[in-house]
């Protein structure tokens, strides 16, 4: 054995630890990891954190993942570097396995001859979207296209071991169809397909300590507070994990899908709970310690006669304790429906049922009031309604639309465009996708692989 133990040779106060003593881990980032302790997740944060050289691979990678500049030619006239330094970052992302030449493409219009496009199948990403009752799966192409996907019911509250290990399981047999292999496949075939994922992001239904992948203090998931998820897969898959909170993802799938041109941008969750993610100058905003955007628990109390009703935070007046699916479905009930899910809800509202009708238009106003104020705060050029009530609810959009129109200061509000989620529950999936692409695409962790720019 040549490797040597992270252990052995550090004073103890200096000792690297996986979990808790972020003074010695903070050290250990900070020079590289010379013991080579991190895993693949906090290594690759570390050189997301380094300034990309604007002439290196991953700066040409970038220009020609974007669609920026594809062939030699506007790669040269986009940096100004010469023919022949361009050639060598070029030869060298294809030894890498980064990018291919594209076949030419004169029906589509796109693509001149002499084209270079990302290497989709360099690898693949593992992605799971993890609501609170149910869970979406899927495996990508490193261009962030479907290859096989897969849906099961899960109680998030069992807590992070019980729910990872249904990801994994899964994860394996999202393999096991793209590559092709029959059921009870040898170890060393395991190994094989998994070391191909290059990889795996997670969204979960609550705050994310985003560049730790740390679950922070999460109202509905019991036992996952303080989690590391990267932990539980760091055993069987070499790639990085990344995790982020459940609508920043459906934000960012949303953003690149069909709105990238809006540099502002509010994207709002409605369905069994609210919560809204934040770009901002095309950039996903998550706040301080990952708690931005907690849109469904702002106090809507004084806008309603009567008692304030008890949240499912513990808090009372809440926006989610009026407007949110759980909430809606208490409502129903109350008066004789059958509305077990969010999906029930919407369901009897759009056989136009009086009470579920009313229900959506009065959430609708009180989530307008608070998008109101989120408009007039932020000022952002669109508002983008998703989840299960907000894509399929046109008496809540309309009820939305006009009353942000009549409350935000004329300012913000003349151009804000408000409108449903493009993606529906696609959503969060592929927003994953990207995150991951990002991630694993950004210049600095490019340059750091191929480790030879210079
Ligand atoms: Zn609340």
């Known amino acids: 054995m040549e490797e040597i133990s992270a252990d052995v040779g550090l004073p103890d106060d200096e000792q690297p630890h996986r979990d808790g003593r972020p003074a010695a881990r903070a050290q250990e980032v900070a020079r590289g990891d010379p013991a080579g302790v991190l895993d693949a997740s906090a290594r690759l944060a570390h050189a997301q954190g380094a300034t990309p050289n604007p002439h290196g691979p991953g700066a040409i990678l970038e220009l020609i993942r974007s669609g920026r500049a594809i062939t030699r030619t506007q790669i040269m006239q986009t940096t100004g570097l010469s023919r022949s330094t361009v050639a060598l970052r070029l030869e060298t992302l294809l030894a890498a396995g980064y990018i291919s030449p594209a076949a030419f493409e004169s029906s589509t219009g796109g693509r001149p001859p002499g084209s270079f496009q990302l290497n989709r199948s360099a690898g693949v990403m593992l992605l799971a979207a993890i609501g609170a009752s149910s869970m979406q799966l899927a495996v990508t192409d490193m261009g962030g296209n479907l290859l096989a996907r897969d849906r099961c019911e899960i109680d998030v509250g069992e807590g992070p071991h019980a729910v990872l290990s249904v990801v994994a399981a899964r994860f394996d047999l999202l393999l096991d169809q793209t590559g092709g292999a029959r059921p009870g496949r040898s170890a060393r075939a395991r190994r094989a397909s998994r070391a191909s994922v290059k990889g795996i992001g997670i969204g979960v239904p609550g705050p994310v300590e985003f560049a730790q992948g740390r679950v922070v203090r999460p109202p509905i998931m019991a036992?996952?507070?303080?989690?590391?998820?990267?932990?539980?897969?760091?055993?069987?898959?070499?790639?990085?994990?990344?995790?982020?909170?459940?609508?920043?993802?459906?934000?960012?799938?949303?953003?690149?899908?069909?709105?990238?041109?809006?540099?502002?941008m509010l994207f709002v969750k409605v369905s069994t709970g609210i919560g809204s993610g934040l770009i901002m100058d095309h950039v996903l905003q998550r706040g301080a310690h990952g708690g931005a955007g907690d849109l469904g628990h702002l106090y809507v109390g004084h806008l309603v006669p009567g008692e304030p009703p008890l949240c499912r935070c513990g808090n009372y007046g809440c926006l989610e304790a009026y407007a949110a699916g759980w909430a809606i479905c208490q409502q129903l009930s109350r008066v004789g429906h059958r509305a077990d899910t969010v999906r029930d809800a919407a369901d009897l509202a759009q056989q136009g049922v009086r009470e579920a009708v009313e229900q959506m238009q009065n959430a609708g106003r009180l989530l307008g009031e608070t998008i109101a104020m989120a408009v007039s705060l932020l000022n952002p050029s669109l508002v983008v309604l998703g989840g299960e009530l907000g894509t399929r609810q046109s008496d809540m959009l309309a009820a939305v639309r006009e009353t942000v129109y009549r409350r935000s200061l004329p300012l913000a509000t003349r151009h804000v465009q408000i409108v449903s989620s493009r993606l529906g529950a696609d959503a969060g999936l592929l927003g994953a996708a990207q995150l991951v692409g990002d991630a694993l695409f950004f210049p600095s962790v490019v340059d750091e692989a191929i480790g030879q720019w210079a």
């Open 223 to 264: 036992g996952w507070d303080g989690y590391r998820v990267a932990d539980f897969f760091a055993n069987d898959y070499p790639c990085p994990v990344l995790v982020d909170k459940d609508v920043n993802l459906m934000a960012l799938g949303e953003h690149r899908a069909g709105w990238s041109d809006a540099a502002h």
